[in-house]
């Protein structure tokens, strides 16, 4: 267990640029964005109107109070939930990309020699690496999302105070906690959905001996244009693509709930919990445990030139 | 006496090609042992089997364990530097000490922050922003701060200048070693170990050539600088390798007594790159 905590902190020390950079400078990007959008706006007018939104707050407070507390919440929920689309993008890539870097990097810097010269199993090893990019980069996506939650928060109750408000009313609507809560879950079961590609990512990369990602798309296009050229069929690619695309819904599930537009491709979630229930969740994870298991193999028996 | 490697039958084929040809060999408990051979002998891959790190066939066994099923458990007494290029460039050198002391049941921390606290190297830095030969300097107090029995070199002090070539053996002698352990070294550069090493391993083509302590070897090999009048008597004793210096010749003698010797002029132990040299000719 001790070996397991030092392995992921090495990711963390590894990665940090990716798993803790990125999100910290999305949130303050956007969050700067946010402000400058609301400054510029205030100083259009176009033919004596007056676009200024601060200005339209007073209106804006009045509309709020003819509409329900349950439509107040709806409204206020969505919009701490819909950041998660564009976090949890981003969170796709990177893991796409420390994946199919994880078991590739230390043989090309050879550093893997030193790792090997200390009493650690390479299965902890890839263990330690799948967690990172289930778990640890998942959890760093959402403190950042979180973040990004609460300064919502804060300047819709001073965007309010423009118009006359308390602002209590956006915290009262907000349900912070279960918002919060229902977001971190979104990112780990999205991630735990895409389990098989990581796998997949995780065994190219230790399968790699130049440029690691084409290991891991090249092979996904040949099978895809092998099947299209013998069966004339494009299964595989659209299996491939539809898994990726349900990731997403896992990952924005309680937005469905909230704007009850249904479902799709077949699957229609209230919940990332829910994703318990699918079966191609499961038959995800034994593929992924078929690849890394690929992947241990590999490492421990490869010899290191 | 116990074995800490005891290698019989020991093979490697990489394709077609022979790489270690039924070796065999022992590395007693408190020797230091030089593996010396040309590029392509097997030096490495010999270090990589016992390191768990290739397939073999053979036995091996290194401190009673099979490296290539109990890889895990042997690298908790076995430590290696492969060479100064290994260690994480993005890693930061206080980072490198903490996840040491945290997977290695056999770590000193005292001891790696006395051997740091000697050298100029900042806790804080990563290691891509150190010189080569403080990369060496960490890499040997994390290696020296465990307490292993087997220590594997290959090639350690390669691309070093000469200065932390010298320190790096002499620290390595002082702080390190002791009867109970064992260094197994691999290197081009024989000069610079040979006053350290208690045995000599030649290998020569997947096959070992010689493997003697180094009272052995200067018992049986003398080097004979020969007066002119006396080359007819000193080919008649089948020297093994002739060579001029300054005009006069110089012979190596395998097992030929040192009387014989003596008479013929002047006797002297011959250096272990002689010697090498000799025998990667011989066998051709």
């Not at chain 1, 956007?30 to 200024?52: E, K, P, Q």
């Not at chain 1, 997949?200 to 399968?207: K, P, R």
């Not at chain 1, 539809?242 to 997403?248: E, S």
Request: hydrophobic content about 50%; some cysteine.
């Amino acid at each position: 267990m001790r070996t397991f905590k030092a392995l992921i902190k090495r990711e963390y020390w590894e990665n940090r640029g990716s798993m803790f950079l990125t999100p910290a400078i999305m949130t303050i990007f956007f969050a700067g964005l946010a402000l400058i959008g609301l400054i510029s706006a205030n100083s259009i007018t176009v033919n004596g109107d007056d676009f200024s939104i601060l200005n339209k707050m007073p209106q804006l407070v009045e509309q709020i109070e003819h509409h329900s507390e349950e439509e107040r919440e709806r409204a206020v929920q969505i919009a701490l939930y819909v950041p998660i689309a564009i976090f949890g993008f981003v969170m796709f890539l990177v893991s796409v990309f420390y994946s199919v870097g994880s078991l590739y990097d230390e043989r090309k810097d050879r550093s893997i020699l030193f790792w090997k010269s200390l009493p650690i199993s390479d299965t902890s090893t890839v263990l330690s690496k799948f967690a990172a990019v289930t778990l640890m980069i998942p959890v760093f996506y959402f403190a950042a999302l979180f973040a990004f939650q609460i300064y919502s928060l804060i300047f819709g109750t001073v965007l309010l105070w423009f118009g006359g408000d308390s602002g209590l009313v956006v915290w009262a609507s907000s349900n912070l906690f279960v918002v919060a809560f229902n977001s971190l879950v979104g990112l780990v079961m999205s991630s735990l959905w895409l389990a098989p590609i990581w796998g997949w990512l995780m065994f190219a990369s230790v399968c790699a001996k130049r440029v690691a990602i084409l290991w891991g798309t090249l092979p996904i296009a040949l099978v895809a244009i092998a099947e299209g050229t013998v069966f004339n069929s494009a299964e595989f690619i659209s299996m491939v693509g539809k898994h990726i695309a349900k990731g997403a819904m896992v990952a924005t599930a309680s937005i469905n709930n909230l704007e009850r537009e249904g479902g799709a491709l077949g699957m229609d979630l209230q919940h990332p919990l829910e994703a318990f229930s699918v079966a191609d969740f499961w038959i995800g994870l034994v593929v992924a445990a078929g690849f890394l298991a690929g992947a241990i193999y590999i490492r421990r028996f490869r010899d290191e030139s | 006496m116990s074995a800490i490697i005891r290698a019989k039958g020991l093979s490697k084929k990489y394709g077609a090609f022979q790489a270690l040809n039924s070796v065999d060999f022992t590395v007693e408990r408190g020797k230091i042992v030089g593996l010396v051979g040309p590029n392509g002998a097997g030096k490495t891959t010999v270090l990589k089997a016992i390191l768990g790190l290739t397939s073999f066939d053979g036995e091996l066994e290194v401190l009673g364990l099979d490296p290539s099923k109990q890889r895990d458990q042997l690298m908790k007494r076995v430590c290696f530097i492969a060479d100064v290029a290994v260690l994480p460039k993005w890693l930061k050198v206080k980072d490198a000490v903490e996840f040491v002391t945290e997977v290695h049941p056999h770590f000193n921390l005292e001891r790696a922050q006395h051997f740091l606290g000697k050298t100029n190297i900042n806790p804080n830095s990563k290691i891509k922003e150190l010189s080569k030969g403080m990369v060496v300097q960490l890499h040997l107090a994390l290696v020296m701060s465990i307490e292993a029995e087997l220590l594997v070199l290959d090639e350690p002090t390669l691309g070093l200048d000469i200065l932390y070539r010298k320190e790096f053996y002499n620290q390595l002698l002082a702080e390190f070693f002791d009867e109970g352990r064992s260094i197994l070294v691999t290197t081009h550069q024989i000069e610079e170990v040979e006053n350290l090493l208690t045995d000599l391993i030649f290998i020569r083509e997947g096959e070992i050539v010689l493997d003697a302590s180094m009272d052995e070897v200067s018992d049986k090999y003398v080097e004979v600088m020969v007066a002119r009048e006396n080359t007819e008597k000193a080919l008649a004793l089948n020297p093994v390798m002739e060579r001029d210096v300054f005009g006069r010749k110089v012979y190596l003698f395998e097992n030929v007594s040192r009387e014989e010797l003596q008479a013929i002029g002047e006797t002297h132990s011959p250096s272990i790159a002689d010697l090498f040299v000799a025998k990667m000719k011989e066998a051709k």
